[in-house]
């Protein structure tokens, strides 16, 4: 059977494939791999937003905030249920580096006469940057970095016989941005405690791709982005998780009044909330928040289980076809081959990476991302992608590689990538 057959036959027995019409898709034609990026819009977005302007605001006006001040808490509870969260330990709210930075201050706190943050050299650089940022700030504080290029094989044993008596909290991404890599959370959670450390888990390239289960896993602190694979659009606020059982022996380094425990008595004092809602700071975006619950909510209907399933065939099936197509033009799969240790995207290296992806772009209508100096990311989100997408996409790359017509980009990349 051809790939186009297999794809044709994947589709059809599809038992995700009824989502795709639940997002806007202004050209059919183009083929969007960037969901780990940003995510589609669902078109009930467009009808909240609407909802959320013209009445909530337009007429509600102040006493719109009946229904907006326990926003944060409400849309945490739903992504609770993605990751494995009460609704007790789960807040929307800021970005995902200021969350990161919020938490890892409070990890800091909690482990007095600790001296060290541990993390990878795959991490986002936003989270290298805070962690430093935060030990500058603090103070005595070491920051390793722990080299985990190359093969995949032993990269949990690398970090795990890094973690000691000195480290106060292991910092990482449960998926690599770049290669897709996923840790197993669990047992790096485990070594942590084992050693008397915390463990804070960014969650931004994982969430809404992967199963997370971080109760169980036991993990302390976690953090993500809802404009990945939970669609909640450019720039929507992020999230973060405090396990219940350390919440009040933790403080958020921003005293905000959103985390006071008696916000509207207005007194000069500030004594924190119990429980998670000290890690609130200030005032929610409430328009940017509002449009994070219909992705969550498409989300939680299809289960994430499905979602896996679908997400591990088709990386599976792109991997496969990479492998039997691109490999000749110079291309190569860095992302793990056992399924397992993969999250949702496929990256694939090419010298000419830049210039390939802009040919994509312009001449083929194939939306993927780079990541310098030479990694093409092809992110696959199972809600919208079908099987054809993906064949379609390696025929016209591979138009583009046979032609050689990437060599007409310049090799020089511009700023937003
Ligand atoms: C996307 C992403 C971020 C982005 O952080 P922002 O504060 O939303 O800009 C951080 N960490 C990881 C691992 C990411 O994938």
Redesign the pocket.
């Known amino acids: 059977m051809s790939s186009r057959d297999v794809a044709q036959l994947l589709d059809l027995t599809d038992p995700l494939a009824h989502f795709r019409d639940q997002f806007s898709i202004g050209n059919p034609d183009q083929i969007y791999l960037d969901g780990n990026?940003l995510g589609r819009l669902p078109q009930k977005t467009i009808e909240l937003l609407t909802e959320v302007v013209g009445e909530q605001w337009g007429n509600g006006l102040v006493g719109g905030w009946k229904g907006w001040y326990d926003l944060p808490s409400r849309l945490g509870a739903k992504v609770g249920q993605i990751i494995g969260g009460d609704s007790d330990e789960v807040l929307v709210c800021d970005?995902?580096?200021?969350n990161?930075f919020k938490l890892t201050v409070a990890a800091l706190q909690a482990r007095p006469g600790r001296h060290k943050i541990l993390t990878d050299d795959a991490?986002?650089p936003?989270?290298v940057y805070v962690s430093t940022g935060v030990a500058k700030l603090v103070g005595e504080i070491e920051v390793e970095v722990v080299s985990i290029s190359g093969e995949f094989a032993d990269v949990a044993e690398r970090i795990i016989e890094r973690i000691d008596a000195n480290t106060a909290l292991v910092s990482l991404?449960h998926a690599h941005?770049k290669s897709g890599y996923l840790y197993d959370l669990e047992r790096i959670t485990r070594a942590s405690h084992d050693a008397g450390a915390l463990s804070l888990w960014?969650l931004?390239?994982s969430v809404g791709a992967v199963p997370i289960d971080l109760r169980s896993a036991g993990a302390d602190f976690a953090i993500?982005?809802t404009?990945?694979y939970l669609n909640g659009g450019p720039?929507a606020p992020?999230f973060l998780y405090v396990r219940r059982e350390i919440q009040d022996g933790v403080f958020s380094p921003i005293w905000g009044w959103f985390g006071q425990r008696d916000p509207f008595e207005f007194n000069l004092t500030y004594t924190p909330q119990a429980g998670i809602g000290r890690f609130l700071a200030g005032t929610p975006p409430i328009l940017s928040m509002s449009a994070i619950e219909p992705g969550v909510d498409m989300l939680l209907d299809a289960g994430m289980k499905a979602i896996r399933t679908k997400s591990v065939a088709q990386t599976a099936f792109l991997i496969d076809m990479a492998d039997q197509f691109l490999a000749n033009f110079g291309i190569r799969v860095i992302s793990p081959r056992s399924d397992w240790q993969r999250g949702s995207h496929v990256s694939l290296s090419h010298p000419s990476a830049w210039q390939i992806a802009q040919a994509l772009i312009h001449e083929a209508n194939v939306i993927p991302d780079f990541r310098a100096p030479d990694v093409l990311r092809l992110g696959i989100t199972p809600l919208s992608t079908t099987y054809m997408e993906l064949v379609e996409a390696v025929e016209r790359l591979l138009r583009i590689l046979e032609s050689n017509s990437f060599l007409n980009y310049p090799e020089a990349k511009s700023t937003v990538t």
Do not use: E
Not at 95 to 98: K, L
């Open positions: 990026s970005s995902t580096s200021v990161l991490n986002f936003s989270d991404s941005f960014d931004s390239h993500g982005c404009y990945k720039g992020a």
